[in-house]
């Protein structure tokens, strides 16, 4: 059966509203409908089997892998991190996470929320 007119208009209404309470997953976050979820998106691995996704990750004990689970970091970006910790020490405060070349503010803010020392 072809739908046309306002029958066509009322299910992409309803089509549409449908697949807007499905959600969708971006910038590291579970949209569903107007809501989102700051939980961690999902990691594979032993070490994410073993934690939930809203664990925060322990920047002077985390791996590079780990830093790849926050949004914005990649894998170049997580063995910076790694790099500037192994060359400096551990680190003092979470802020010290700021000193990492590729880590602005922006970032920064986008990512604290599941930092921990």
Do not use: C
């Not at 739908?3 to 969708?24: E, Q, S, W």
């Not at 020490?89 to 990512?111: C, E, T």
């Amino acid at each position: 059966m072809k739908l046309t007119g306002p029958r066509r208009v009322v299910a992409g209404a309803v089509m549409t509203g449908f697949l807007g309470l499905i959600g969708y997953v971006g910038h590291g976050r579970v949209h569903i409908g107007g809501m989102h979820s700051n939980k961690l998106p999902a990691s594979s691995g032993p070490a994410a089997q073993n934690s939930p996704d809203d664990t925060p990750i322990h920047i002077n004990s985390a791996t590079a892998h780990d830093f790849e689970r926050l949004p914005g970091i990649g894998p170049s970006l997580s063995q910076r991190i790694v790099d500037y910790r192994n060359t400096n020490g551990p680190f003092q405060s979470v802020d010290d996470l700021r000193n990492v070349k590729g880590i602005g503010p922006k970032l920064f803010g986008k990512i604290s929320s599941w930092l921990a020392l």
